[in-house]
């Protein structure tokens, strides 16, 4: 559902940062429209037994926070399972490419439980975090490869700044590997 929401622009609805106009304002019948009609689709996404604990609730804020809070508890566990996953996810047999997927797999997921928080603030905090965030990836992906790959982990440790994810699995494998 965030996925959807976030693809039309509409995430602003759920997590509470596009709060409704007030009602002089010309926008407010658009936002109302709009909340209803993400409204309707959360509730028909839910089960007939769910369903009626939503209808008295009129905005998609205070129904999403209702569904995470009475359904969201599963989420660390998720979130250990992943981590765990993670920690131990290493190359194996696999070809480069199968082993890059399965790493984007587990972040991707793990990246829907924990994003980073977006801030105003007039630092480099949010890139800064993000780069350290990468850099995490860029030493797991390397540090996972088989042993057949050390002179190119340790070649790419060597470059300051790091390179992105991508270019390091790039670099990393031929073309018929990936």
């Known amino acids: ?44 996404s839910v089960s007939d037994d769910i369903l009626p604990s939503l209808m008295k609730i009129k905005t ?22 992943l981590q765990g996953r ?30 980073i928080p977006m801030c105003d603030c007039p630092s480099k905090t949010y890139e800064t975090v993000c780069m350290y965030r990468e850099n995490g990836r860029v030493i797991k992906f390397l540090q996972g490869l088989s042993p057949n790959y050390q002179m190119v982990k340790t070649q790419m440790l060597l470059v300051d700044p790091l390179p992105d994810l991508d270019s390091v699995y790039k670099s990393s494998f031929s073309w018929k590997d990936r």
Not at 25 to 37: A, E, K, Q
Request: charged share 25%; aromatic share 12%; net charge positive.
């Open 86 to 115: 993670l920690a131990t996810c290493n190359q194996g047999n696999q070809f480069g490419r199968q082993f890059y997927t399965d790493l984007k797999v587990l972040w991707d997921e793990l990246d829907s439980y924990l994003p």
């Open 1 to 44: 559902m965030e996925d959807a929401l976030r693809t039309k622009n509409k995430i602003v609805f759920i997590d509470g940062s596009l709060p409704p106009p007030d009602g002089n304002n010309p926008l407010h019948s658009t936002w109302v429209r709009v909340n209803g009609t993400i409204l309707c689709g959360i509730r028909s």
């Open 60 to 81: 998609t804020r205070k129904a999403w926070k209702y569904l995470k809070s009475k359904f969201g508890q599963g989420d660390f566990i998720r979130i250990a399972d």
